[in-house]
């Protein structure tokens, strides 16, 4: 595992970067929720659906380390742990799940990201540190140990839309 990123530091970066989106999304007004904060325009809902949308890739990507190489699928499209995966994929891919989640509530995209957020952390439990410092790519092509990359995946860009979010 890289120098300073432990399993247990994973997982209380994991849970405290989602306990602080959660938090502080909940107190939100619709007003703020409304107001466009990114560089393509979504708004803070769609900030949010987003990030609840692609919770679940975490998981399958510590579900995809623990295949043995031979059984890896790269070639099926965009899928955690894609290696083929380019950023026009990733884009068009998140631009459908946040359309798909439109019609859904602020809490009902909490409720998503929570129930995922908790799926991510059982894998990230159920990971020795060998399996934690293999070397694995994301869908997004962030690349390195698994445990950098679910730091930079699941907590630090998290932590980065939580800002776009609330600002600052």
């Not at 965009?78 to 989640?101: E, F, H, K, P, W």
């Not at 991510?120 to 790519?137: G, K, M, N, P």
Request: hydrophobic content about 40%; overall charge negative.
């Amino acid at each position: 595992m890289a120098e300073g990123t432990t399993k247990k530091e994973l997982i209380a970066a994991l849970k405290t970067s989602g306990d602080d989106l959660v938090s502080r999304v909940s107190k939100m007004d619709d007003g703020a929720l409304a107001q466009g904060r990114y560089e393509n325009g979504w708004d803070a809902k769609q900030i949010l659906a987003h990030v609840a949308s692609i919770e679940w890739t975490y998981k399958k990507l510590v579900e995809n380390a623990k295949q043995p190489r031979a059984a890896a699928r790269p070639d099926k499209g965009l899928d955690a742990g894609s290696a083929t995966a380019g950023t026009n994929a990733i884009d068009d891919y998140n631009a459908r799940q946040v359309a798909r989640r439109a019609d859904k509530s602020v809490k009902e995209l909490l409720l998503e990201f929570k129930e995922n957020r908790a799926g991510t952390i059982a894998a990230v439990e159920s990971c020795d540190d060998e399996l934690l410092s293999q070397a694995t790519r994301s869908a997004g092509g962030a690349q390195g140990t698994l445990a950098d990359v679910l730091r930079f995946v699941a907590v630090q860009h998290v932590e980065q839309h939580t800002r776009d979010l609330v600002g600052g």
